[in-house]
């Protein structure tokens, strides 16, 4: 069977960990779109794994595929597959033959559009998600199969180099120096790509992802697909613009691995929520607390309210809210329900993985956005327009705080040693969802979860 683990947020709700504790039972980890976009951590025997590309399960000797809804970055896989090996462990990573293949001018290009956009901009890893998934849909992409025949590659870089570079120097009229300008030179494009198509043949990786893991499937093994990223971040169904170039919901996971819906919805479909907000980049969030310049929409540095800016820089810091790359403060705000509610439904929830319950610890009290004031009426999901989002002001209802405790010794005991106000606010969650809790995360490592479900043992 398939179990399914999407972001039910913003991204960054501990995916990576929710695949760490399920993935045990299963015998192979898949992704199913977005690529080295993604930062999912997995924290095993006082280790901390950060993995952008390669499927969570890698850490735990599982098979990790990445799917052909992907994108592909054979430099960062090589080089993460190379840092996991130099940690001791052995990564059987493969990769679909459908996977589009992420190049240098992609990347060069997302900086670029980036800058063009100003107040458009989504604040994107730069990684080049965009540029490729756009090429994917322009039919004007290269595939990871593309790379392993010379002649075919060949042809397509021909083809597309030149657009790209027109675009960059013509259309952006950017002077292209150094690595940019080998990013779209074909000779040194077509030797480069040539030479990770022959390493990906030699190492055996490539696949054919659907027939890959149907075969799986029908000889028992149970399949874990991991999302990246999180709904409202999804094209289709998040805060467009302010989005990734992907499908994170769990339509996805069919689409995105060549499984058929009817596989996947056989399956479980676990949202991960992160028991308040985090948020890196722009767009509207009714209940967030503070700002970050820059990224909150007319933030100036205060939002004028001390009390607030300060519960907002505790969260921060108990949750670690500060990119890891840029050290740069991470948006947060109380956990917003009507996005969870949209969530919950664009990916028909099983059951619910919450997480970080222990980051809230120690407040005097907690609050959710139960709903929201849209125009003079009470509405309980998301708008359509990311314009009426911002019009929404958030409807409050808060619970009692729960103390600070040995979250350790709470995970061995199970549900019943949760602080009772935590217990209150995870089943006001799971009422409002309509889905059960099957994990609480009180900490980083798979050891602190309380497990409720464990969906492979039925
Ligand atoms: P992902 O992108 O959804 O996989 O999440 P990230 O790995 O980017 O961010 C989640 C962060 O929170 C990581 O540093 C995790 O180790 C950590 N984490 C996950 N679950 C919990 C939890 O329940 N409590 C605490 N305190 N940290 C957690
Ligand atoms: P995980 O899998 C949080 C955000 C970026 C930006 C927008 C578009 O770790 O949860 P992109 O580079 O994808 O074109 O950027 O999406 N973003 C994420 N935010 N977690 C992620 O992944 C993200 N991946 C992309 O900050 O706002
Ligand atoms: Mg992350």
């Not at 045990?24 to 952008?52: F, I, M, P």
């Not at 990445?66 to 990769?95: K, M, W």
């Not at 061995?412 to 409002?432: M, W």
Request: hydrophobic share 35%.
């Amino acid at each position: 069977m398939t179990v399914t683990i999407v972001g039910s947020q913003l991204g960054d709700e501990g995916k990576g960990g929710v695949v760490d504790l399920y993935g045990d039972a299963a015998d192979v980890v898949a992704r199913y779109q977005g690529g080295d976009n993604a930062g999912h951590t997995v924290v095993y025997d006082d280790e901390t794994y950060k993995l952008s590309l390669v499927p969570s399960g890698a850490v735990r000797g599982k098979i990790g595929v990445l799917g052909n809804g992907c994108v592909v970055n054979p430099e960062t896989l090589f080089d993460e597959l190379d840092q996991l090996r130099e940690r001791g462990l052995e990564p059987d990573v493969r990769v679909g033959e459908r996977a589009h293949v992420i190049l240098p001018y992609h990347r060069v290009l997302d900086g670029i559009e980036e800058d063009e956009k100003a107040d458009l901009a989504a604040g994107t890893t730069k990684r080049g998600i965009g540029p490729t998934y756009e090429d994917k849909m322009g039919r004007r992409g290269i595939r990871i199969g593309d790379l392993l025949e010379p002649a075919v590659l060949r042809e397509r870089l021909e083809y597309v180099v030149p657009q790209k570079r027109a675009l960059a120097e013509s259309v952006f009229g950017v002077t292209l120096e150094g690595d940019a300008e080998r990013a779209f030179d074909v000779d040194h494009l077509f030797e480069t790509y040539r030479d990770y198509g022959e390493r990906l043949a030699d190492e055996g990786m490539t696949v054919d992802c659907g027939t890959f893991l149907q075969e799986r499937i029908d000889d028992g093994e149970n399949v874990l697909l991991e999302g990246a990223q999180g709904t409202s971040i999804d094209i289709d169904h998040g805060i467009y613009p302010y989005v990734t170039s992907s499908n994170p919901t769990a339509g996805a996971a069919a689409v995105g691995t060549g499984l058929g819906p009817t596989v996947v919805g056989q399956g479980e479909v676990i949202g991960i929520v992160k028991a308040y907000l985090s948020r890196v980049g722009t767009g509207p969030l009714p209940t967030e607390l503070g700002g970050v310049e820059g990224q909150t929409p007319e933030y100036d540095g205060h939002s004028g309210d001390d009390a607030e800016e300060e519960l907002a820089t505790y969260i921060r810091d108990e949750g670690g809210e500060y990119g890891t790359v840029t050290g740069r403060p991470r948006r947060v705000g109380w956990l917003d329900i009507p996005m969870l509610r949209h969530a919950a439904r664009a990916s028909g929830f099983t059951g619910l993985a919450v997480n970080h319950i222990d980051v809230l610890a120690g407040l005097e009290e907690v609050k959710v956005g139960h709903s929201y004031e849209f125009d003079g009426e009470e509405i309980f999901t998301v708008p359509p327009t990311t314009e009426k989002w911002g019009r929404c002001e958030a409807t409050y209802r808060t619970f009692d705080g729960w103390p600070d405790v040995d979250w350790d010794a709470v995970a061995d005991e199970g549900y019943e040693a949760i602080p009772e106000n935590a217990r209150t606010y995870l089943e006001y969650l799971a009422d409002e969802l309509d889905a059960p809790l099957y994990a609480i995360g009180v900490g980083p490592s798979r050891e602190a979860t309380v497990v409720l479900e464990s969906p492979y043992d039925g």
